[in-house]
């Protein structure tokens, strides 16, 4: 069989063979058809999240901060990182795909033996060459991928690709979720700091009335030790909140990558947070980062089963060389000193002690892992959505209750003042009437600054407006 026939059965070969293992197919998504925290007409009310979903709270502070993490964040650069590594990668599969040609020279002093079986004789006598040889020489391969093995080493690769841009997509969804998290802490631990400030001025203009009640005889020991012990009780909450605000500013200077000592904020009253749109259970899909990973994870495993199976089939390689070689310099490039090869070569496994059968055994297993790694995946994502909108509708209520009781306790005050004017009860019952709505004020301020870091929850829950193209 000549060349000629060689390649054409090659050709022919190729057009009719397929390509090995199997084609990916996503699995179905099990979710339900609502959130158990929220009905489907709840689940859509609210402003829908963006890529850059901080900006919808109108905070230039935020927005700063935001900004200033997304570009020094380590993580980040990591992720960016393994993107350039995976896509170099993917280069690298494609080259598989095509021709590869090198070229050669060579300068060479050889002899060659005059005692070897393959050393010519002239005349009964042994001939032995040496001196000089020079090669000039171009090669080139091409691996015919007749059964789609190198189309699936691509597909794996573009898979990995893919993986490592939402994972960094996912590190971002986080990453701005949590410094919006630690301001938003900070910023409810400045308000709770203003309640004890006048609620620690309520205590001791209320210690000074027993004090002097006391001085008078009109006071008993335990009336006096009772107010003192109340100072000292929102004394040290007063004392902790800056170790507590602190820590919140230190979780913020490390996020935006920067020091503590150079980071100011100005502390503004935090408000009710706008209400964010959950959507439905089966958008969390294009809605989650890190659930598109995990199913290009699984992408690349089912290709990498495709992979192992072409071990078992026969590879098809096209080879062959063109060049020039001369003892003489000077005759070279010249049509004598011509020389080339070209023809296919085809290899088959015969043999190789189970190693095949094993590889694709372990890329079937990994498809088994990743799968069950999406579905839990998956689980944990309708469960912190859902913890989510459960902790935001607890704090509301809470703070609808807590509302309640401020209202009454701040009524309480008003009737107390009106009997103090009146002569009716004394300037301490005034003052103890004023530790019920500054207390309820003090909860208030707790509850909402709960209910902005359940928002910052159920951004991260969702996917932070991260949307899948």
């Known amino acids: 069989m000549n060349t000629k026939t060689l390649i054409a059965f090659a050709v022919t070969l190729l057009a009719g063979c397929t390509t090995v293992g199997p084609n990916f197919q996503p699995p179905a998504a099990q979710a339900p058809a609502s959130y158990r925290s929220a009905s489907a007409a709840s689940a859509a009310q609210g402003q829908t999240l963006q890529r850059d979903w901080w900006q919808m709270f109108g905070d230039a502070q935020l927005d700063q901060l935001e900004a200033q993490a997304l570009q020094a964040s380590p993580t980040l650069g990591a992720a960016a990182a393994r993107i350039d590594r995976a896509r170099a990668a993917l280069g690298l599969a494609r080259a598989d795909d095509g021709p590869r040609v090198d070229a050669g020279a060579n300068v060479t002093e050889l002899r060659t033996s005059a005692n070897s079986v393959t050393t010519p004789v002239l005349g009964g006598k042994a001939i032995a060459f040496d001196g000089t040889q020079t090669t000039l020489q171009i090669g080139a391969g091409w691996e015919l991928d007749l059964w789609g093995r190198v189309k699936r080493e691509t597909e794996a690769a ?27 802490q900070w910023r409810a631990l400045a308000d709770e700091a203003q309640v004890l400030g006048r609620l620690l001025a309520s205590r001791r203009s209320a210690l000074q009335v027993v ?57 503004t009253p935090l408000s009710a947070p ?35 199976e072409g071990a078992f089939y026969p590879s098809l390689r096209l080879t062959g060389s063109f060049g ?40 079937q297993a990994q498809v088994q892992e990743s799968l069950a790694a999406f579905r839990g995946r998956l689980l944990l994502a309708l469960r912190e959505v859902d913890d989510a909108l459960a902790e935001l509708q607890g704090r509301v209520a809470a703070q609808e209750a807590q509302q309640r009781a401020l209202s009454a306790s701040q009524q309480a005050l008003a009737v107390s003042r009106q009997r103090y004017e009146a002569g009716a009860v004394s ?12 207390t309820s004020e003090r909860a208030l301020v707790q509850l909402r600054g709960a209910q902005w870091g359940a928002t910052a929850q159920l951004v991260k829950a969702l996917g932070g407006g991260w949307a899948q193209r």
């Open 274 to 308: 706008p209400a964010v749109a959950a959507g439905l259970p089966a958008e969390l899909l294009q809605r989650r980062p890190d659930l598109a990973q995990s199913l290009a994870l699984l992408h690349a495993a089912t290709a990498q089963v495709g992979i192992a």
């Open 427 to 438: 300037y301490l019952d005034v003052a103890e009437a004023e530790r019920g709505p500054l």
């Open 211 to 267: 004090q002097t009640r006391f001085d008078a005889g009109a006071a008993t020991t335990q009336d006096l030790q009772r107010a003192r012990a109340d100072v000292a009780a929102v004394e040290a909450d007063q004392t902790d909140l800056p170790r507590r605000q602190a820590l919140a500013l230190h979780l913020i200077a490390a996020l935006t990558g920067q020091a503590a000592a150079d980071l100011h904020l100005q502390a």
């Open 324 to 363: 020039f070689q001369s003892k003489e310099l000077g005759e070279l490039i010249a049509a004598p000193s011509r020389l080339y090869n070209f023809g296919p070569s085809l290899t088959l496994p015969l043999l190789d002690a189970g190693r095949n059968k094993a590889n694709l055994a372990t890329a």
């Open 158 to 184: 573009q898979a990995q690709l893919d993986a490592a841009s939402l994972d960094a997509a996912a590190a971002r969804v986080a990453l701005t979720a949590d410094v919006a998290a630690a301001y938003w």
